[in-house]
């Protein structure tokens, strides 16, 4: 039996571990992103259609044929316009266009109507088609309105500042007068210690009276010597 030749083992090297606290690594935080207004979203869809209302309430009572009409309209614009589950709450009817169907009371709704659809982020949107003049009017009359009551606003909300400003501007003199009072207290009070101490002084030496020498016993005193 031949001795098997022993072979040298090699010892692997351990990579010097390093102490100390790890680094920390940075994190990126994402900023929140804005949620965008509708009228700033473009429309996904935009669908013109003529809703026969008339079927809606036909079979239905006189004291209820406008809101059958405005139920169907929005049943009729949630199918055609794919709304999820076909809700008929994710349907938005413009204030002109409901005002439009009921212009001639609950009994006589429109037989038909015509109106522009636009879905943005799944929320249908209806408005008039053909907007006649007097609801022109009745726009226009509304949008200055709006401005009146917005410059109204921002005026309300200056004065509303305005009245913040001069509230913490006394608040900060009332706390200034604060302290001038504090100090002149304990100024006075500084004032009144002194003196009563020169006070006291002064009694200390006026009381003290020099001693009387009778002159007669030293003369005697010098006799006698």
């Known amino acids: 039996m031949v001795d098997e030749q ?8 351990k990579a ?6 790890k680094p920390v690594e940075k994190v990126e935080k994402k900023k929140p ?3 965008t207004e509708s009228k700033d979203v473009k429309p996904e869809l935009v669908r013109e259609y003529v809703v026969p209302l008339r079927r809606a309430f036909l ?10 009409a405005v139920k169907y309209l929005k049943e009729f614009l949630a199918k055609h316009m794919k709304v999820e589950d076909r809700d008929v709450n994710k349907v938005k009817i413009d204030k002109y266009l409901n005002n439009e169907i009921w212009h001639r009371g609950i ?3 429109l037989p038909r109507i015509k109106v522009i659809a636009e879905k943005k982020e799944g929320i249908v949107y209806v408005k008039l088609a053909d907007v006649p003049e007097i609801v022109k009017f009745k726009m226009a009359q509304d949008e200055k309105k709006l401005k009146k009551v917005d410059k109204k606003a921002v005026k309300e909300v200056k004065k509303a500042e305005a009245a913040e400003e001069e509230i913490k501007e006394g608040r900060a003199d009332s706390q200034d007068k604060g302290a001038e009072k504090e100090k002149e207290k304990a100024g006075t009070e500084r004032n009144e210690l002194a003196q009563e101490k020169s ?18 016993v030293t003369q005697r005193k010098s006799l006698k010597k």
């Open 6 to 13: 022993k072979k040298p083992v090699e010892k692997e090297e």
């Open 16 to 21: 010097p571990v390093e102490k100390g606290p």
């Open 107 to 109: 009994r006589k709704p």
């Open 33 to 35: 992103v804005k949620k």
């Open 59 to 68: 079979k239905a009572p006189e004291y209820r044929k406008a809101k059958k």
């Open 199 to 216: 006070a006291k002084a002064m009694k200390q030496t006026t009381s003290a009276k020099p001693k009387k020498v009778d002159v007669g």
